[in-house]
């Protein structure tokens, strides 16, 4: 993983106004996540790039496919989706450690989440990484951000218990200030606090992009997450159709 000084720096008011469109109208699948004592919100929302104006203009129109494009050492760029992250103030609600790949219906030897915070967040509220794990090989069990298996009998193991073992690992994060990019591959663990800033919200939009080689998978009666409820695509097939768009195409 990496971080990328003032990547976006000319799109945060973009993104700002399209999350603003997407929290006054979010998708069915849109989830909240409150507080201990009901203090703030985590608003978690995904896949509306193709009627929020603003992340279809970001998507295509910013130099994001080009740098996924370097990132991945990958000759062709598509989007699998957008992924969009918003705790408001004295929200103690953390972001779980979990890695994205068990989450979802693709695979594939290139992947990068770009994750796009629009409001200044410090070090001890920021998004932190385990270093080196995307090559453990192993995939653990997704679960959903209240803590709760995404799919109770996946055969995979539970992630370890990183928080009670900070000092067996080396754990990575940064300061960063809107329009930076902190870009990781989909099988890296990571993991954010809560926010405990009493007057500002922390605003992260995340773009999941695939390289060359990604191919479909389908995990029979298994959730996946986003779920692509209507694909026909089957276990190994390239990712085709309109909701997997080729930014960069060789």
């Known amino acids: 993983m ?28 849109a989830r909240i996540y409150k507080g201990e004592n009901g203090n703030g919100r985590f608003f978690v929302d995904y896949c509306n790039w193709d009627r929020i104006a603003e992340y279809k203009n970001f998507i295509f129109n910013s130099n994001a496919a080009h740098i996924g494009a370097a990132l991945m050492n990958s000759q062709n760029v598509q989007l699998f989706h957008e992924h969009v992250l918003v705790k ?6 953390p972001t779980p450690w979990h890695q994205d790949a068990p989450y979802y ?10 994750w796009v ?6 070090r001890d509220t920021t998004l932190e990484f385990v270093s080196g794990s995307h090559l453990w090989g192993k995939h653990f069990r997704p679960q959903r951000f209240d803590g709760s298996a995404l799919n ?18 080396e754990i990575l994060g940064w300061a960063v200030e809107p329009g ?21 919200q922390r605003r992260a939009f995340s773009l999941r992009l695939v390289g060359d080689g ?17 694909l026909t695509l089957k276990s190994g097939d390239p990712l085709t159709g309109d909701t997997f768009p080729f930014l960069l195409h060789a």
């Open 2 to 29: 990496t971080v990328l000084r003032g990547a976006f720096i000319d799109w945060v008011d973009v993104l700002r106004a399209g999350i603003d469109a997407n929290l006054d109208e979010p998708d069915p699948n």
């Open 88 to 93: 408001e103030a004295s929200t103690d609600v």
């Open 105 to 114: 219906c693709v695979t594939g030897p290139k992947t990068v989440s770009l």
């Open 117 to 122: 915070p629009l409001d200044t967040i410090e």
């Open 152 to 169: 109770e009998d996946d055969g995979l193991e539970e992630i370890p218990d990183i928080n009670q073992h900070r000092d067996e690992y």
């Open 180 to 200: 930076d990019a902190i870009a990781f591959d989909y099988r890296t663990i990571h993991g954010a606090a809560g926010n405990h800033q009493p007057h500002r």
């Open 214 to 230: 990604a191919r479909f998978v389908r995990r029979d009666g298994l959730v996946s997450s986003p779920p692509f409820p209507n």
